[in-house]
């Protein structure tokens, strides 16, 4: 079945620091991928979809400058964290769905656990 | 704009009970319905996909179903478990995944 790869699962930075999350299809090739955030107790949230070699869309009110998406292959989607805060704290959940594949499902990583201290 | 809402929000039960899971959404034009289970702390775990022109699979104890016309879905889980325990996400599948708020099932021995 189709698996997707999120690292790391857990990352502890410092405030003002920049972290880079990774999402890899580890089966499959994915031209778009998703980025969503969870906070506790509440559902996903969706935040931008990554599109491979070309530029990301994001929802109504994510910041752009703050949460850099670069997908460059067809199998890897990076979301980084630039300059954060404690407020950025958050679960990031990554998913993607094979290429042509309208009728198939969404898989999702396992995760990251952010805290900004 | 799709809107998915999921009832009941909790849902406490003993073990050996059957038990249905309801989602609602508004916007009809969808191409599947896919319901997930979270465990706390974990990723999303694929349960079942149901495509637009389906109207129900099947997985062991889980069956879910999908009424487009009216805008509900539907998990059934049958003979539950305490393993069962977790939060429960209906999402639709459009353009983008649309996520309910979940149900946040728990078995009890």
């Known amino acids: 079945g189709a698996v997707v790869s999120q690292h790391p699962s857990w990352v502890i930075c410092k405030s003002g620091t920049s972290v880079k999350i990774e999402c890899r299809s580890l089966d499959f090739q994915a031209t778009t991928m998703f980025w969503y955030r969870q906070f506790p107790k509440q559902s996903l949230m969706l935040m931008a979809t990554?599109?491979?070699?070309?530029?990301?869309?994001?929802e109504q009110g994510v910041e752009k400058d703050k949460f850099l998406i670069n997908h460059a292959s067809l199998t890897l989607s990076t979301l980084t964290v630039t300059s954060a805060h404690p407020e950025d704290s958050s679960f990031y959940i990554c998913s993607a769905r094979p290429t042509g594949g309208l009728y198939y499902g969404y898989t999702f990583g396992s995760g990251t656990r952010l805290t900004v201290v | 704009k799709q809107e998915v809402t999921q009832i009941p929000a909790a849902l406490s039960v003993p073990e050996g009970e059957n038990l249905v899971l309801n989602c609602s959404f508004t916007d009809s034009a969808i191409y599947n319905l896919q319901w997930f289970r979270q465990d706390p702390g974990k990723g999303l775990t694929s349960l079942l996909l149901i495509q637009s022109s389906q109207r129900e699979q099947t997985s062991g104890r889980l069956n879910a179903s999908l009424d487009k016309s009216s805008g509900r879905s539907t998990l059934y889980i049958a003979a539950s478990q305490p393993g069962d325990s977790a939060t429960y996400l209906c999402?639709?599948?459009?353009?983008?995944?649309?996520f309910g708020q979940g149900t946040e099932l728990s078995v009890k021995p």
């Open positions: 999402a639709s599948q459009g353009g983008k995944l649309i």
């Open positions: 990554s599109n491979e070699g070309s530029k990301a869309t994001y």
